[in-house]
């Protein structure tokens, strides 16, 4: 397990620019999570994520990993996208399936951590079996995550810009320039870090399966 976060930590977004993110997901969260009928309590048993921990989400005051809201989202049997953005699992116009949807990065829910800053893509095709998002890599150093982040299925990560260093709790580490890409199980503990003077921005795949 890496070490503990070291006073050394990754560049964090001003309250001013990520606290509305944050209110906004926990808005999205409890929401979902009403109409489920579900107590914080309830889902924190469903999803194995610390009741604490639910109910800072949904106030706001914390940001969290990308594992926590796939444990919440397979919990709710909704899209992770769900939780970032109304429109995502919304019925097609007229019963229709859209055969494509186009994303932009500006118009994408983006939701920034500590470690990471993501934007959720395509979150308004119904049914994804996949979870693509735009990552920006903040991190630098294994000691600014307190564990390795773990979620069922595979990943898939392109390099945008910037060199990416992955990291894997079997002690293996794999390193990746612009336009390099890699493939693994996520359910392997990994972390992400930016090798490069700027972030790395990355484009990544996820699937359940």
């Known amino acids: 397990m890496p070490a503990q976060p070291s006073k050394s930590r990754a560049r964090k977004p001003t309250a001013a620019a990520a606290l509305p993110d944050r209110e906004r997901v926990g808005e999205r969260l409890r929401a979902i999570r009403k109409?489920?009928?579900?107590?914080?309590?309830?889902?924190?048993?469903?999803?194995g994520v610390a009741l604490s921990t639910l109910s800072k989400i949904e106030?706001?005051?914390?940001?969290v990993s990308y594992e926590k809201f796939a444990a919440v989202a397979r919990a709710l049997h909704v899209?992770?996208?769900?939780?970032?953005?109304?429109?995502?699992?919304?019925?097609?116009?007229?019963?229709?399936?859209?055969?494509?949807v186009r994303s932009t990065l500006a118009e994408s829910p983006r939701y920034d951590a500590e470690n990471y800053d993501y934007r959720m893509l395509a979150?308004?095709?119904?049914?994804?079996?996949?979870t693509p998002l735009h990552g920006i890599i903040v991190a630098r150093q294994l000691a600014q995550f307190p564990d390795y982040i773990r979620h069922p299925g595979q990943e898939f990560v392109m390099v945008l810009s910037g060199r990416v260093r992955i990291h894997f709790e079997t002690g293996e580490a794999i390193d990746l320039a612009r336009q390099e890409?890699?493939?693994?199980?996520?359910?392997?503990?990994?972390?992400?870090?930016?090798?490069?003077?700027?972030?790395?921005?990355?484009?990544?795949?996820?699937?359940e399966r």
């Open 35 to 47: 109409e489920h009928g579900l107590t914080l309590k309830a889902l924190s048993a469903r999803s």
């Open 59 to 63: 106030l706001g005051q914390i940001s």
């Open 79 to 100: 899209d992770i996208a769900a939780l970032f953005d109304p429109r995502a699992g919304a019925a097609p116009v007229a019963g229709r399936r859209p055969v494509v």
């Open 123 to 130: 979150t308004k095709f119904p049914g994804k079996r996949m």
């Open 181 to 207: 890409s890699a493939y693994f199980d996520s359910g392997i503990g990994h972390v992400y870090l930016s090798t490069s003077q700027a972030d790395a921005q990355v484009v990544v795949v996820m699937s």
